[in-house]
């Protein structure tokens, strides 16, 4: 543990002076031998931490040893509070992170667990080094509640964004939290499954590919964006995975969002440089070509990688136009990259097609 989780001693001077609380009485109720006396307690604090949750952060530390106790009853009330107060000050109740996450491993069933985990993704959000340690075996609390827990998810999703490296061993619960009910968790383990394939970590499962091929034209923007964002995450460095679903990605070529189809197109371009561009282009190649003209500036930046890794030959008259004309130089830049692909691609046939008509 690093520290007792206490705020300013400015701030606890001010909280005992508080009307509404009698800290000092509070604090000694929490260290009596009797458990009605400690509930008691407790239930005061719950009863101020909704409206005023800054004069109870002293109380961490003993809630946190309470929590702790198997033999009490009341730890649905402990949580409760514990998960407000980390709302209030992440901080203050990081230092608790290993007694927290000890409950809900061992008992993951137990209803004041939601609050729990609803404390940890608090804690995930400011202080998630002090969470990274404990990822795998809150990953494993989190795969044995009855049903999907959506703060756990949550917790993990923030942990994504520190450590994803760390979080290799949660993509299979976070796969699984995808298929029920993509709406209620999907943009939250999109994102993490995001990150954590660009972290270049050996993907534990890729079943999730096909969940977000699936979403890449759903109506909610946030969880279209993420589905997509998450396959041109996992095309970056493992393109062969994402390659059985780009045919999938068609119609968000055509959508009217300028962001869904800049990711599809990034996405098909990173397919076709690190695995079959054939198969990754085919499908697409003349809408792919349509792009290279779209409004949007990221929209031709990456329709230019596309058609150059996806060698469409029939596209160097609209990148000899862009790269002399866009008002972009990044477009601009792209497209002569683009040209000269096709152009070594179109010699390498050439001085195939001589050697084997040379041959003796």
């Known amino acids: 543990m690093d520290g007792d989780g206490y705020g300013d001693p400015d701030d606890e001077r001010r909280q005992c002076d508080s009307p509404s ?28 931490v909704d409206d005023t949750p800054g004069i109870c952060i002293p109380t961490v530390p003993k809630l946190r040893t309470l929590l702790g106790r198997p033999e009490i009853d009341f730890h649905d009330d402990i949580a ?65 509640r009855t049903a999907t827990d959506g703060w756990g998810i949550q917790a993990l999703s923030r942990l994504s964004t520190a450590s994803p490296t760390e979080l290799e061993p949660a993509v299979p619960v976070l796969a699984d939290a995808l298929r029920p009910d993509p709406t209620e968790h999907g943009v939250d383990v999109l994102a993490a499954l995001g990150r954590i394939a660009r972290a270049e970590t050996t993907l534990l499962t890729d079943e999730f590919v096909d969940d977000a091929a699936a979403l890449v034209t759903h109506e909610t923007d946030s969880l279209r964006t993420n589905a997509i964002g998450c396959l041109a995450d996992v095309a970056r460095h493992h393109p062969a995975t994402v390659e059985s679903v780009c045919p999938d990605l068609a119609p968000a070529l055509e959508s009217e969002y300028p962001k869904t189809r800049a990711n599809a197109v990034t996405t098909i371009a990173r397919v076709a440089a690190g695995a079959n561009a054939d198969v990754a282009v085919s499908p697409v190649r003349d809408r792919l070509v349509s792009l290279l003209t ?67």
Do not use: K
């Open 21 to 48: 609380l009698e800290l000092p009485a509070i604090l000694a109720q929490l260290d009596d031998d009797e458990p009605e006396t400690q509930a008691d307690a407790v239930r005061v604090i719950r009863t101020q």
């Open 80 to 144: 409760y509070c514990l998960a407000e107060l980390a709302r209030e000050s992440p901080p203050d109740v990081a230092p608790s992170s290993e007694d927290i996450v000890a409950f809900v491993t061992n008992q993951p069933s137990h209803p004041a667990t939601a609050d729990l985990c609803r404390c940890l993704t608090s804690i995930a959000e400011e202080r998630p080094d002090a969470l990274v340690e404990y990822i795998e075996p809150l990953t494993g609390a989190i795969d044995d």
């Open 294 to 360: 779209d409004d949007h500036t990221p929209v031709r930046l990456n329709a230019c990688l596309a058609v150059g890794y996806g060698q469409i030959e029939t596209a160097q008259d609209q990148l000899e136009t862009l790269e002399h004309r866009d008002p972009d130089p990044g477009v601009r830049e792209r497209a002569a990259w683009a040209r000269m692909q096709l152009q070594e691609s179109s010699q390498a046939t050439v001085d195939i097609e001589h050697s084997e008509h040379s041959r003796p």
